[in-house]
């Protein structure tokens, strides 16, 4: 690969050029975008031994610099993870493409007809760290949804990206789409960042995903629009109606299915009706991986008296972490004194990602969903299916804590807008 000298010639080229494939996705028909996500499974499929060899690179660089477990554990590609990532085009192929719907269809008094038709945003920048699959699902849905992307990986994942990028370039050239509608920066110069996130002339949306840090540098600093989430400070409430082994149950799926993700819980909340059941959550947590560890309120602490075998696992919790996503086996416990402080504790510390409440009472799950401002709230059911493959999104291109453009996981229909058209038989005002 040809090493870059000069990074903003080369943005402005990668910017030029991604403006141009936008105009020919657009107006790709669905068959051909679908043969396009096809070959490109064919030669991942062709590539893995390629691909994870690449991929063993980007690890061991990462333990070699000292990269912590979260990021190591996001960077791997594992047999079963390559798998999933391949077949994440299938469930992409099989969404119904949006480009071209009309909607919202009338007729007005002056005998015109107007609707809405969803089209491309255009050229979609995304910026990530970490987490090679990111690459692909990304490009198979702006491929899907008729838009160019610009992808910035993180230095840490570059040899895993660049592999995985020749193989959608290979697949779009199988069948006549430019090559360039997907392109993968070549260089982890931070100036391309910079470039990227300023090229208003090229670029529409950015799309940041990674930790705290870079998003709120790319939102600081950004003159294309973001969409956005800064983390994922997700709670779980067992409120005062919850059955025991359900909540036992959602609660230890949410926080240890696996620590490195942004829909993982980072803070339990429990009624203090149901202080007594805390000993038997955390035990199961314990038991689920014996590296857990508590910071617990007084409360909480007071409660687990008497489980002496809990007492290495317990530490007293500080203001700062009811702040905080641990994206490690740490968990913050609270006992709250019913529904209204579990939500104002929720919407006060909370990152609006993702919040749960374990109930069986009707009317506290409705006031829940209502009035808990997040962009996925769920009654019964772990926080990590907060997730685009979860939600029949197909894949997802990351996970929007905004209000506007788009919220929650963004899927095809966040990649897209729509405009007004109308339709005429001769009509003059």
């Known amino acids: 690969m040809t090493a870059i000298t000069d990074t903003a010639s080369y943005m402005k080229d990668v910017g030029s050029r991604a403006k141009q494939c936008a105009r020919t996705l657009a107006a790709a028909d669905t068959k051909t975008k679908n043969a396009a996500l096809a070959a490109i499974k064919a030669v991942l499929l062709d590539k893995k031994a390629a691909i994870l060899s690449e991929n ?96 910035r990986g993180g230095s840490e994942a570059f040899h895993s990206n660049q592999a995985i990028a020749a193989c959608i370039h290979e697949g779009l050239l199988a069948v006549g789409l430019p090559m360039d509608g997907v392109q993968v920066l070549a260089t982890t110069d931070r100036a391309a960042v910079d470039s990227l996130i300023t090229m208003t002339d090229c670029v529409d949306v950015v799309i940041p995903r990674g930790g705290r840090g870079l998003i709120e540098r790319i939102a600081a600093n950004a003159k294309v629009p973001v969409i956005k989430h800064l983390d994922g400070n997700c709670h779980t409430f067992i409120d005062k109606a919850a059955d025991n082994e359900m909540a036992i149950s959602v609660a230890v799926n949410a926080k240890t299915s696996r620590y490195g993700t942004c829909n993982t819980m980072e803070t339990l909340l429990v009624h203090q009706d149901k202080a007594e059941l805390i000993a038997d959550v955390l035990r199961a947590m314990v038991a689920a991986d014996d590296k857990m560890q508590f910071r617990v309120c007084t409360q909480t602490q007071s409660a687990l008296a008497n489980a002496a075998d809990l007492a290495n696992h317990i530490s007293v919790a500080s203001e700062e972490d009811w702040w905080t996503e641990y994206l490690a086996p740490i968990l913050a416990v609270k006992v709250v004194a019913d529904i209204d402080a579990a939500i104002s504790h929720i919407n006060h510390y ?80």
């Open 56 to 151: 063993a690179k980007d690890v061991a660089k990462g333990e070699q610099n000292g990269l912590d477990s979260a990021l190591l554990d996001r960077l791997a590609l594992t047999d079963a993870r390559f798998d999933g990532m391949v077949a994440s085009l299938n469930d992409v192929i099989a969404l119904q493409d949006p480009i071209g719907e009309m909607s919202e269809m009338t007729y007005r008094p002056s005998g015109i007809c107007l609707g809405k038709m969803r089209v491309p945003l255009g050229v979609v920048g995304m910026i990530y760290e970490s987490r090679p699959n990111v690459t692909l699902e990304a490009a198979s849905l702006a491929i899907k949804s008729g838009n160019a992307i610009i992808l």
């Open 350 to 429: 909370g990152s609006h990602h993702t919040d749960v409440i374990i109930t069986n009472d009707y009317a506290d799950s409705r006031k829940f969903i209502r009035e808990v401002d997040s962009s996925s709230v769920m009654v019964n059911a772990s926080s990590r299916f907060a997730d685009g493959f979860e939600y029949g999104l197909g894949a997802e291109i990351g996970i929007s804590t905004d209000k506007i453009h788009a919220r929650g996981p963004v899927g095809l229909h966040g990649l897209t807008s729509q405009k007004w058209v109308v339709f005429g038989g001769g009509e003059v005002r």
